[in-house]
C-alpha cells in the first residue's frame, strides 16, 4: 500500500518536554515537508527538504527539528522551546513542482 | 519571498448557485499554481493544478499573470462541494518550496 504514513495520530506531551511525529513515505519522492494547521491560519510551512540530509526552514520553524537521513523518513521534533505546540501537524512529500501528498495528520496536545 | 493570500475564510453559498474562491499570489518568476481541498475527516487532496488546464469535479481554475491571480470556480455549487479549500504556489525561485494560502471554508447550504 503506497503513500504517507504518519504516526502518532494522538500525542500528549507535558510541558517542557521534547516530542518527535513520525513521517514515513513509500512513494520515492526527494521533497518532504512538515506543516502546522492551526483554525482560520491555514497551512504554515515549518521545515522543507528537497533531497536526504538536506533541510531547510520554513516560516515558523523556530522550537521545532527535524532531520533527513533517509529518503523515506521525514521525523519533526517538537522541542521545549515551542511556546504553543497545541496543533495539528502533517507532513507531506512530492516530486518537486508536482502534486503534493500528504498523510493523515498527527494532533500534538500539551497537558 | 512567494505569498498566497486568500482573502475570505469562509464562504457561504446555496445549492445549485455559482462559487468563486479567491487567490492571489506574490511570486518573481514563473509560478506552480495548485488548488487542494480537504472534506471532513479526509486527507488533504490535489484538487487540480494549473498546468494540466483540466477541470475536476466540475471546477476550473485559471492562471491570471497580470492579476497574479488563480481563482477557482464552480457554475453550480453542490452540497458534496463544502470542504477547505487551499491554494498553493510552487516555485523554483525558493528552491521549489511549496507555500500555502490561509484557506476558504466553503460551505453549501441546500
Known amino acids: 500500500d503506497g503513500g504517507i504514513t504518519q504516526s502518532p495520530k494522538y500525542l500528549f506531551r507535558k510541558e517542557g518536554q521534547n516530542v518527535t511525529l513520525s513521517c514515513e513515505q513509500n512513494l520515492n519522492h526527494d521533497a518532504m515537508y512538515w506543516y502546522r494547521q492551526d483554525p482560520g491560519q491555514g497551512l504554515r510551512l515549518i521545515y522543507y527538504?528537497?533531497?536526504?540530509?538536506?533541510?531547510q526552514k520554513g516560516d515558523i520553524a523556530e522550537g521545532y527539528s527535524v532531520s533527513r537521513e533517509k529518503k523515506e523518513s521525514f521525523p519533526l521534533t517538537v522541542t521545549s522551546a515551542q511556546k504553543n505546540p497545541t496543533a495539528f501537524y502533517l507532513c507531506?512529500?512530492?516530486?518537486?513542482?508536482?502534486?503534493?501528498?500528504f498523510g493523515q495528520g498527527t494532533r500534538l496536545t500539551v497537558v | 519571498a512567494q505569498r498566497v493570500t486568500q482573502p475570505e475564510k469562509l464562504l457561504s453559498v446555496f445549492k445549485g448557485a455559482p462559487v468563486e474562491l479567491k487567490c492571489n499570489y506574490s511570486?518573481?518568476?514563473?509560478?506552480?499554481l495548485f488548488w487542494y481541498v480537504q472534506y471532513s475527516r479526509q486527507r488533504l487532496q490535489l484538487l487540480l493544478r494549473?498546468?494540466s488546464r483540466e477541470s475536476i469535479k466540475g471546477f476550473t481554475a485559471d492562471l491570471n499573470k497580470g492579476e497574479t491571480s488563480f481563482h477557482l470556480k464552480k457554475p453550480f455549487a453542490q452540497e458534496e462541494d463544502s470542504a477547505m479549500y487551499y491554494c498553493a504556489l510552487s516555485g523554483e525561485n525558493a528552491g521549489n518550496m511549496l507555500t500555502f494560502g490561509g484557506g476558504t471554508r466553503l460551505m453549501v447550504k441546500p
Open positions: 527538504s528537497q533531497i536526504v540530509n538536506d533541510f
Open positions: 507531506a512529500s512530492s516530486i518537486p513542482r508536482a502534486e503534493a501528498f
Open positions: 511570486y518573481s518568476g514563473s509560478p506552480e
Open positions: 494549473h498546468i
